[in-house]
């Protein structure tokens, strides 16, 4: 996957994600900006990951492939979700706003692989899927936590809750992403 948003674009994302919040946490109305670009349109996956203080995860959750929705619909969505919805942690208050920092991926369309050997650590995150139980990891999960492709695999069997070793037997998607973040001192 070639980078395909520009820093504009990046920044426009960023800014939306970080305005949704506002407006969910606060009430205080915030119009999305005038004459999103054409890449802020496309039907794209991503995930908003939002770090509080000492960047402790407090929340992360994104669709993986666009479907219907725009991008920039997505990040909206998913910025919420992530404040909201994530079932790890308590929802994030209007207080923790100023501490909340925002990360974003926008994903690739996922393809199947046919043996895990074809997983490349710091390039691709991992959906699996066996009988009704689906995980996904993230790219960057694998990097930050120093895992090899075993540690990784063994990850996404116990995020989707499936016995260790499921992964040789399973369906393996990869896809990559695109990441980029706020800097610690928007607000």
């Given at each position: 996957m070639k980078p395909h948003l520009n820093d504009t674009e990046k920044q426009l994302l960023l800014q939306i994600a970080r305005n949704a919040l506002i407006e969910f946490l606060t009430g205080e109305r915030r119009p999305l900006p005038r004459d999103l670009p054409p890449a802020l349109h496309e039907k794209r996956g991503a995930f908003v990951t939002l770090f509080g203080r000492n960047r402790a995860l407090r929340g992360c959750i994104g669709r993986v492939e666009g479907v219907q929705t725009p991008l920039y619909r997505t990040v909206q969505e998913m910025a919420i979700a992530a404040a909201s919805r994530d079932y790890r942690f308590p929802p994030v208050t209007a207080t923790e706003l100023p501490d909340i920092h925002i990360e974003i991926s926008?994903?690739?369309?996922?393809?199947?692989?046919?043996?895990?050997?074809?997983?490349?650590?710091?390039?691709?995150?991992?959906?699996?899927?066996?009988?009704?139980?689906?995980?996904?990891?993230?790219?960057?999960?694998?990097?930050?936590?120093?895992?090899?492709?075993?540690?990784?695999?063994?990850?996404?069997?116990?995020?989707?809750?499936?016995?260790?070793g499921s992964w040789r037997t399973a369906d393996l998607f990869v896809f990559e992403s695109e990441v980029f973040e706020e800097g610690y001192a928007a607000g």
């Amino acid at each position: 996957m070639k980078p395909h948003l520009n820093d504009t674009e990046k920044q426009l994302l960023l800014q939306i994600a970080r305005n949704a919040l506002i407006e969910f946490l606060t009430g205080e109305r915030r119009p999305l900006p005038r004459d999103l670009p054409p890449a802020l349109h496309e039907k794209r996956g991503a995930f908003v990951t939002l770090f509080g203080r000492n960047r402790a995860l407090r929340g992360c959750i994104g669709r993986v492939e666009g479907v219907q929705t725009p991008l920039y619909r997505t990040v909206q969505e998913m910025a919420i979700a992530a404040a909201s919805r994530d079932y790890r942690f308590p929802p994030v208050t209007a207080t923790e706003l100023p501490d909340i920092h925002i990360e974003i991926s926008v994903l690739s369309v996922p393809h199947k692989i046919d043996s895990p050997e074809e997983l490349e650590i710091g390039r691709h995150g991992i959906i699996i899927r066996k009988g009704g139980a689906v995980g996904l990891l993230l790219p960057q999960v694998a990097t930050d936590r120093g895992w090899n492709r075993t540690q990784f695999l063994e990850a996404v069997c116990q995020k989707a809750h499936l016995p260790p070793g499921s992964w040789r037997t399973a369906d393996l998607f990869v896809f990559e992403s695109e990441v980029f973040e706020e800097g610690y001192a928007a607000g």
